[in-house]
């Protein structure tokens, strides 16, 4: 029986686990928190905007985690030579310099304690003024990059934290032959080969957030990054041609990892992708199938043929053929804060609250609520709106407030905004590439919430499924892995049967009741209007209204 | 040395208050809670909308209040027969049953355990459905009825009790004779005149909640009562043409209630008025000062001179000559919920937060933070609208929250808020009254928060005043006393000698601050257009910039 090993590389830790190809049955998970910073997270007292991670941390995180789901696999007679291949997922953009021997600069004896030197987590958010500055400068010069990811740069992404670097730190920058992608780079590193000229680069990280296309030639223009800053130059001029997607082995398994690990030399790591890419993958995502990854935030994800060219889609932030797999654009959305929301409320808003302090008895209580009778309706920007305004400077905003208002109504009335906010964007997914046959929820919150599910269903008007497995990302690795091998070594000759065979089953089916579904197709309908009114430029409409439905749908709710 | 005593009946208890009519000094006060119902209200716990008092609590209240502060008076050696009047306020709008002799229906053995036969009082909601009836009606045969009440009947109010006892209860309303209002009730009980066709009825209390206006000869039409049910005809009939101000005496002390009181036989006692009108008198209103008594709602007082005409305010709810002093326009307005949003906030939404569970310590956090800097605004509406939109069916709403955004951001946006409503309602004043030359709070919140005092101060771009009284309406009672004595007896001949001798002096002023006033000038700005959005018909206005604009100012004020 051949095994692969999934690794799933997250926020604060990272996950191995280590699945049956034939039968997709998960053996074996272990979880190694990184020793660096707050929470696997190197902070700045001074500027709240700094994410940092050390990259020391993701080899003793491989290591541990890997001889950990070998030794339980041991139990159960899976022995290390019948691990055919390595998947790796991580967070992203994350972009590490590294030096021209391909050494992350923090693990050079000079920067060891520069922060600046260290892997720029997606979340760092020193580089907002460059984000802007990038986002003004390809909309005059490149207005065809912009159409690819939804009209706004972010400070989360690739070139922009570049530039910051390159005007805060130019020490760093200038000892940087390269920036290699937290998901480029592990692969890289268990092949022996993150020499800048060496890595292979993912398609994932580099289409959209690193403005590759390959309508444009690859990685942007020398002259659009020069005309941001000289320096860049340099950069663009150490990236490849041309990059891959996870079907791809990004190398073999070098005889020093192999060792390190615990495995047999020479079995192929896949080319990395992003964690929510391959979550999608372990989720059992098809063409028709929207996959959302809910956690703190929510991503979404759904495929389309690459062999239909498709048109730009407004607002959806990443159009990129192979992203997910290879033969179709994986098309990402997302919600700037979901869980968020929730933990913002219960942690911040009803501190020691004694009877509605967590979120299972907030949960449990909102599940008696009936649909419409608090005659609340939040706009669930409180981090702004990622998908489909592509706005970071929108807010939360809760209406239909009376003196009965309780904790459990605006912790349900919450739930019920991040669910229009799915729903909006399942229709703008659904304008441009038709019905959506299935709905799968992963993620913790997919996981532990039934009731926030139960909503989903009908609040989105769909059967909402959740998957069995709560590791989708590294088992989706684990089937890159799988693929990267190829079906001659016990894996698969594609993404498709390997899915068929390896991705998660349903874990619960949420169907929509008919009766709450007419009454949230009624305050959607006040949702979107409220969403248009203060989400978009220029939108004149009388809302006078709004308040006096809220309590006309209450008051049919309540009777 | 003359002294008065002023009775002020509240919800939950009554106050009597001796005061040195040469002095103003408050010599002792004396409070009473209502033995029946919770909190001295009959509930039901079939129907939330009703709330009805006993009037043998009435009686009880006066005999120990007054004989309290005699007690008291005569250990600063005030003699009983130094008192040379009394005076009375009471809530309302608060009808009573009575038969023909004058006694309360729920004081004869028939009714004694009938809610129905109770005093309504003015917050017993069940007759919405009435009032609804009363404003469509009127509309259409008198809208000149609706032009002076702002445009809609109350279910506060007293006809729409009446009708709705007419319908729920009819032997109660064919037992009673004529319906008196509460604070007519208890100067005619003093005085032994309770009998409907020698009980002196005030203007305050007649005046637009029960449609009295000399324009129109008083009372409402026959016809329009008739038209509403002809059962009305009755109760119209026991109403006298003429009405009286608090400056008339309702008659004097009977023997039987000077013997129960431990007063002099013969001294007058003042015509009843609400009291929120004798806590304007006890304020020290004047022309060009407006008035507020601020708890769990405030309602606002201007007086104007009837010598000038005066238009009608669109969204004043009340403007009758002689309700709150004669030869004046009391001009009434109002915010439907005031402290009780921030009891709301801090007993509803944030229970047992550990540092954050009270007034106290919120305000003194929210003092801490700038303007504006919390990126929020509320509108005020957990209550519905009293002033200027007239509207029960309006909700409150938050905006501009973050997943940053603490209870002490959203308590200082809640004051904040309800800042911004007074500030509405000054400008209505202004446009027809001319600048107020004074503000004075009065009332719970302005005597115990005064970090609420200067967010007044700041978001109104006034200086405000504090009364030094805590019981200014009781203290106006008092006045409104001296005045029906007159000066013969050691009283006053008009309210303006009585004021400028008794009415409370100022607590504390407080200033605006110019900085802040500018920032609140912007954030006011956004509350007219969100008050307008969603207060108005058909008003189409583009918001997309609302939550951007508070975000800039929330940057400016970080700085």
Chains 1, 2 share one sequence.
Not at 103 to 126: C, G, I, Q, R, S
Not at 260 to 273: E, F, M, N, Y
């Amino acid at each position: 029986m051949p095994y692969t090993i999934g690794l799933d590389y997250g926020t604060g830790s990272v996950r191995a686990i280590l699945v049956n190809t034939t039968t997709g049955e998960e053996v074996a998970t272990s979880t190694f928190d990184y020793p660096h910073g707050v929470g696997g997270v190197v902070i700045s007292k001074k500027d709240p905007n700094l994410a940092r991670q050390h990259p020391a941390d993701y080899e003793a995180g491989a290591i541990a985690t890997v001889k950990a789901v070998l030794k339980a696999g041991a139990k159960r007679k899976v022995k290390p030579e019948q691990v055919i291949a390595i998947g790796v997922d991580t967070t992203g953009s994350t972009p590490i310099p590294v030096n021209t021997a391909g050494v992350p600069l923090a693990l050079t004896k000079k920067f060891k304690n520069d922060p600046n030197a260290y892997a720029w987590l997606w979340k760092d958010h020193t580089s907002h003024a460059e984000a802007e500055e990038i986002t003004a400068l390809a909309t005059k010069m490149h207005p065809e990059y912009m159409a690819k990811i939804g009209g706004r740069y972010s400070s989360e992404w690739y070139w922009a934290k570049i530039l910051h670097c390159a005007r805060v730190a130019p020490d760093v920058f200038n000892a940087a032959e390269s920036w290699v992608e937290f998901t480029d780079y592990v692969p890289a590193l268990l092949c022996g080969t993150t020499r800048p000229d060496l890595v292979k680069r993912g398609i994932c990280a580099a289409g959209h957030k690193a403005f590759f296309h390959e309508s444009w030639g690859g990685y942007p223009d020398v002259a659009f990054l020069k005309a941001l800053d000289p320096r860049l130059e340099k950069v663009r001029k150490s990236l490849p041609d041309k990059v891959y997607t996870a079907a791809d082995p990004a190398g073999m398994l070098s005889a020093e990892w192999a060792k390190k690990l615990g495995l047999k030399a020479g079995i192929p790591v896949a080319v990395g992708a992003f964690d929510v890419h391959l979550g999608a993958v372990g989720s059992g995502i098809a063409p028709g199938t929207l996959v959302k990854i809910m956690g703190t935030s929510t991503c979404d994800l759904v495929i389309s043929p690459t062999a239909k060219p498709i048109a730009d889609v407004p607002g959806i932030c990443g159009i990129v053929p192979g992203s997910v797999i290879p033969d179709y654009y994986g098309m990402e959305a997302g919600q700037s804060a979901v869980g968020d929301i929730f933990n913002w409320f219960v942690n911040v808003i009803v501190p020691g609250g004694p009877k509605e302090a967590d979120h299972k008895k907030l949960s449990e209580a909102a599940a008696e609520l009936k649909p419409g009778e608090s005659g609340l309706l939040v706009l669930d920007w409180h981090n702004g709106n990622r998908t489909i305004l592509v706005d970071q400077r929108l807010t939360g905003m809760i209406i239909g407030l009376t003196l009965h208002s309780s904790p459990v109504e605006i912790y349900r009335a919450l739930i019920e905004a991040t669910a229009f906010g799915a729903r909006v964007i399942m229709e703008r997914y659904e304008e441009y590439s038709g019905k959506m046959q299935k709905i799968v929820n992963g993620g913790g919150i997919a996981a532990k919430n039934p009731v926030a599910m139960q909503i989903y269903a009908d609040a989105m008007g769909r059967e909402v499924a959740t998957t069995k497995s709560q590791q989708t990302c590294a088992l989706g690795s684990a089937i890159a892995g799988a693929v990267a091998a190829g079906s001659s070594a016990g894996g698969y000759d594609n993404f498709a049967s390997a899915i068929a065979k390896m991705a998660s089953p349903a874990h619960r089916t949420f169907k929509p009741n008919p009766k709450h579904v007419e009454t949230y197709d009624r305050l959607y309908g006040l949702y979107r209007r409220l969403h248009d009114a203060f989400g978009t430029a220029n939108h004149a409409e009388a809302l006078g209204d709004v308040m006096k439905q809220l309590l006309t749908i209450r008051d049919a709710a309540k009777k």
